[in-house]
Every structure is written in C-alpha cells, then in structure tokens.
C-alpha cells in the first residue's frame, strides 16, 4: 500500500475528528466532563431517586446519567451531538450492564422531547442555557427540577445553590415564576 492509498483514509478520519469538535461548538457546548464528585452533587442537590427519569443535556461521556442509575437507581437519557461520545458512552453502558436503565441518543437537544424528564441536568454555555429556558417551560411539568452546572438561567429563582461549585436547582412551575409572583 502507498502513501497516496492513505491520503482518503486520513481525510475522512480529519473530517470525523473535525465533526467531533465543531458539531458540538454550534450546538452549545464544548465536551468539559465533570467530577464525579460534582455529578453526584447535582444528583444530590436534585434528590434523584429511583422513580426519576434523568436527562442530560450534552451528555459527553454519559457520566451523569451513568451515576444516576448505578449510584440512585435512577432511568437516565443522554443527549449527545458528538457521535463518537455517543458511541464511547453506548459501549461503557454496555460493558457497565445498565441498557436497561440508560440510553444515549446522537442528536441535537433542541430537537428531544423532553416531556417525560423529572430531572434535567446541563452544563452548558450561558448562551444555550437562554435558548433552551423556554423549551423547558413548555415540555416539562411543573415540579420537574433542573440541574445547572456553571451557568445560570436569566430571569430564574434558583431553589438552592451550591455557591462553591456553582452548582443551581431549579423546579418548574417555581424557579421560572417572574419576581414577586
């Protein structure tokens, strides 16, 4: 085989690398994993038990949802635009045993029904938590909570706060109640 006969390989695996990290950047986020002690202070702070079902938003490496079905026995669904981080997160919940309890979907989070989520955590850029405040309004029911890591939502109450970690819960049909109201 010539050098020439593995020019299209490497093209196509620059053009995978490429999709990997600018798909995602449009979206909203850019793959920043968190600690699992700080995941499973969002599931704590969320009071994730085994009757939720548990969203995340930008799931990377499927981590949370991971946690949140091993550690809370908990249903998970991870959102995922990078499929390599789709198919990553897919293997490690097969060889973990969990494709019952958890699915990764390849996709765009603006475009999921979220309507069945209790829990819906995120750690996302400012910008897309705004974009996304609304769509939460409408498909989750109220007393549904909200995990934000980092970001907070404009114009939203947060029910608590961990201040150290930047961590903010917020509940549907609360935390989105104008001022005053």
């Known amino acids: 085989m010539t050098i020439y006969a593995l020019i299209p390989i490497l093209l196509v695996l620059i053009m995978i690398v490429a999709f990997s990290i600018l798909w995602p950047l449009a979206i909203g986020a850019a793959y920043s994993p968190s600690s699992l002690r700080v995941v499973r202070k969002m599931l704590d702070m969320a009071e994730v038990d085994s009757e939720d079902l548990v969203y995340d938003l930008g799931s990377g490496d499927g981590r949370i949802v991971?946690?949140?079905?091993?550690?809370?026995?908990?249903?998970?669904?991870?959102?995922?635009?990078?499929?390599?981080?789709v198919l990553w997160s897919k293997v490690n919940i097969l060889k973990l045993g969990l494709r019952q309890q958890v699915k990764i979907?390849?996709?765009?989070?603006?475009?999921?029904?979220?309507?069945?989520?209790?829990v819906v955590i995120l750690f996302l850029w400012g910008r897309t938590n705004e974009k996304l405040k609304y769509k939460l309004q409408d498909e989750l029911e109220p007393g549904s909570r909200v995990v934000s890591y980092v970001w907070k939502f404009e114009g939203w109450n947060p029910i608590k706060i961990d201040e150290k970690e930047r961590i903010y819960l917020y509940i549907i049909g609360e935390s989105d109640k104008p001022n005053g109201q």
Do not use: C, K, M
Request: net charge neutral; proline share 3%.
């Open 105 to 118: 979907i390849w996709g765009n989070l603006f475009h999921q029904n979220l309507s069945h989520a209790t």
């Open 66 to 85: 991971i946690e949140a079905a091993r550690r809370y026995n908990a249903w998970g669904v991870g959102v995922e635009a990078d499929p390599l981080r």
